[in-house]
Structures are given as structure tokens and as C-alpha cells.
């Protein structure tokens, strides 16, 4: 009862929250392209300890609004904040231990995965919780959060009308256009050999879906490919993704999929993004409302990988290489004065929070107070007021937190 009361409180002032930055959100100033590049500072927000992955925050809305997860008690909740406030959303969630608030919009529409109590038929780890060291083993569902109520989404269904045991949503947009991934009842050939251990217990496609109105559409994936994902929306509907093959769980985005074609979806047609260079690895992870995409390629010889900015006046790759004398670069975000974030890699595997200015590597950790405990790992999240969500280390306890960035002046 106590556990229920304290979560009812949060969610109470969250909301209260929402309604009073919903109507704000209207007045501020987005970022403008005079303004392209991150800010020579930021306020930093610490947001709290979130453990380990996958907790993070994901996403962040014009209006202040984050998603995420974080871990309590053993278990990996689906959690939003605004500003200092946070609440578990994961609470009863859809009868599993588990979920993950991947997305959010301005009226406080949250998507997402949850276990549900249903064993899976096939003994997979769908969403990965049981291979990132959280009791599971049960089927896992998209979900759209509202109002304090957690709803499944429907998966695929097949000719004889059975669906899909498993499915995942990643974004929603104020229209409440939802786009994820979602299993359909179809062996997949491409998986290796089943082993949890190592993270290989898909055994069915997973296909790149939309949500309209609650009604699931699958999305055409490139060169044949069995599996998909789509990770971003915009305002109008455009959905940025990936296909590619079946492929032991990533950590790094929660899919069984071996990334091949990086893909933009207009109005329901796949466009091939290209690539730096490479033959894999190429995956759009984020989208603004200019049509403007980011995500990750392989360069030649795919040795390694290397951020990338897709506008529909080029219709290529723009190269956003790695900071400094690091090896490794993945763009996570783009708001819509093309401020662009994500995160930078050394060859020892350290990470830094990063924003790309004129196409060049800034390490945010330069841009915040320099008494600062928080070292910025990550940054994944971007709107169009230039704040900034991510992940840090706090050098003294060696947690992982939660952080935001506002800018401090231009």
C-alpha cells in the first residue's frame, strides 16, 4: 500500500506537471539555424541514478517531457520526468516485472515495452531484459501509457489470424502516431543457432510496423530483408529506421537485428538512405520535421562506424565523423534547428556525450560547470528548445545517472 500511495503521488505531481508545461510549451523559442551548433554552456540537470542498461532516459519533448527506464529493486521500470520530478510508470504495467518508456509526446502519451505473466512459446527473450540480467522469460508487448493506464498494442497477425508473440514500440508523435517493431508467427531462417547465453533466442521476424488509431501496419523493409525496426517519427508521419537480418540481442538498441539498409518511410514507402561506405551497419535512429535524418553507418571496409546527417537536398550521407582521435561515432537525435547528438567512442571503448557543429565532434562534457561529478557518456535526446537528455557516470560513486541539459545562452 505504501509502495502504491508514494507511486500515486508521483504520478499525481508529473501529471500536474504536464498540464502546466503543455500550454508553455507554445511561447518558447525553438532553435533556429543561426543558432545550428550546441550553446558555449549548459545547465546540467542531474536526473538520478538510473542502474544499469537499459536504464536511461530516451527521449525528450518540447515541453520538458523525458522517457525512460530505471531499475528498482531488481526490476526495470518504464519511468518519466520532468525536470527533477519522476515517476514509475511500470506499476502494474501489463503483468510482467519489466518495461521501458522508449517514447513520449507533449500530452504525455508514453510508448514503450513491457513483459507481460504469459511464458513465450518459443522461449525467447524478445526485449532483452533476461539477457541484461533482469528476471524474465515472459512474453514482452508494445504499450501506449496514458492517463496512468498501460494498454498492449496489438501485434501481427497472419492469415489464420494468429499474431506474433512479441513487439516493442519505440516513438509517438503528437498526433499519436505510434512506429516499432512487432514479431509475426513466421520461422526466421537468418537467426543463429538458439543459445541465451549469448544473447541468440530469437527464432521469429520481427518486422518494422506503424500504430495508426491503434491498428498495426507492417512497413516494407529493403533488399529483401526479414527484419526491421523503425526508431523515429516526425510530425508528419515520416518514420526512420532499419532491415537487415535476425542477429543475437544489441545492447546498444535492444533489437535482434543485424542492421543493413538504413530507411526513411514516406507516407508507407521505404527509401534506402545509403551508406558511408559500408555494407552493414547502417541504421537511422533519429528524425526531425524537416525530413532531416541521423543515425549510424559503416564506412568502407566496415572496420568501423561513423555518424551520419541524410537531408532531401542531398540524398546522401554526410559524414559526422568521430571527436578528436576517437574511432567510433553514432548520431542518436536531431531537433529542427539541426542541432544533432549522440555519442563518440575511443579505442579502449570509452564513450562521450557529443553534438555535432558545421559537421565537427564537440564533447559536451566541455560545455558544463567544471565542478561537476558527472561525466556525460551519452547523449540521445534533443528538442527543439536545444535541452538534452543522456546518461552519465558520477565519477565519486560510480553510479549511472540520468542527466539533462539546458541551454545556458547562445
Known amino acids: 500500500m505504501k509502495t502504491t500511495a508514494l507511486f500515486s503521488m508521483a504520478a499525481m505531481s508529473l501529471m500536474t506537471a ?6 508553455a510549451a507554445a511561447q518558447d523559442e525553438p532553435a533556429t539555424a543561426e543558432h545550428k551548433g550546441a550553446p558555449s554552456r549548459y545547465i546540467l540537470t542531474d536526473l538520478g541514478p538510473v542502474g544499469p542498461l537499459p536504464g536511461q532516459p530516451f527521449h525528450i519533448t518540447d515541453n520538458g517531457l523525458i522517457s525512460g527506464s530505471a531499475a528498482y529493486n531488481g526490476k526495470e521500470q518504464a519511468t518519466l520526468w520532468y525536470k527533477r520530478l519522476k515517476a514509475n510508470i511500470g506499476i502494474p504495467g501489463l503483468g510482467g516485472k519489466n518495461s521501458i518508456a522508449f517514447g513520449i509526446n507533449q500530452w504525455a502519451q508514453a510508448v514503450g515495452e513491457a513483459d507481460t505473466s504469459t511464458p513465450d512459446p518459443n522461449g525467447e527473450d524478445f526485449c532483452g531484459f533476461a539477457f541484461l540480467g533482469y528476471p524474465s522469460g515472459k512474453t514482452c508487448l508494445p504499450f501506449l501509457w496514458q492517463g496512468g493506464v498501460m494498454t498492449a498494442l ?15 514500440a519505440n516513438v509517438i508523435n503528437s498526433s499519436g502516431e505510434v512506429a516499432g517493431l512487432a514479431e509475426n508467427t513466421t520461422l526466421d531462417k537468418t537467426c543463429p543457432a538458439y543459445d541465451p547465453s549469448l544473447g541468440q533466442s ?22 529483401g530483408d526479414p527484419d526491421g525496426v523503425a526508431f523515429a517519427i516526425n510530425e508528419s508521419g515520416e518514420i ?13 538498441n535492444f533489437v535482434y537485428i543485424q542492421t543493413v539498409h538504413a530507411i526513411l518511410w514516406e507516407k508507407g514507402k521505404p527509401i534506402d538512405l545509403g551508406s558511408l561506405g559500408g555494407a552493414t551497419g547502417n541504421v537511422a535512429l533519429g528524425i526531425n520535421n524537416h525530413g532531416e535524418v541521423v543515425g549510424g553507418s559503416d564506412v568502407v571496409g566496415d572496420t568501423t562506424t561513423h555518424g551520419f546527417l541524410w537531408t532531401k537536398e542531398t540524398g ?22 539541426g542541432v544533432v547528438v549522440g ?29 561537476s561529478t ?3 557518456l551519452l547523449a540521445c535526446g534533443i528538442n527543439s528548445r536545444g ?20 541551454p545556458a545562452a547562445w
Open 343 to 371: 555519442v563518440s567512442i575511443d579505442d579502449k571503448n570509452n564513450t562521450r556525450a557529443v553534438a555535432w557543429e558545421h559537421g565537427v565532434a564537440v564533447d559536451l562534457n566541455s560545455r558544463i560547470p567544471h565542478d
Open 374 to 376: 558527472l561525466y556525460l
Open 202 to 223: 530469437q527464432k521469429l521476424q520481427a518486422k518494422p510496423v506503424a500504430w495508426i488509431h491503434g491498428q498495426i501496419h507492417e512497413l516494407a523493409t529493403l533488399g
Open 387 to 406: 535541452e538534452i537528455i543522456g546518461v552519465a557516470a558520477d565519477i565519486k560513486t560510480n553510479e549511472t545517472h540520468g542527466y539533462m541539459l539546458t
Open 316 to 337: 546522401k550521407m554526410q559524414d559526422l565523423v568521430p571527436f578528436h582521435d576517437d574511432v567510433v561515432s553514432t548520431a542518436l537525435a536531431i531537433n529542427d534547428g
Open 154 to 168: 496489438p501485434t501481427l497477425k497472419d492469415k489464420n489470424g494468429k499474431r506474433g508473440s512479441n513487439g516493442g
Open 240 to 252: 526512420a529506421g532499419t532491415s537487415g537480418s535476425c542477429a543475437p540481442f544489441s545492447p546498444y
Open 18 to 23: 504536464v498540464s502546466l508545461a503543455t500550454p
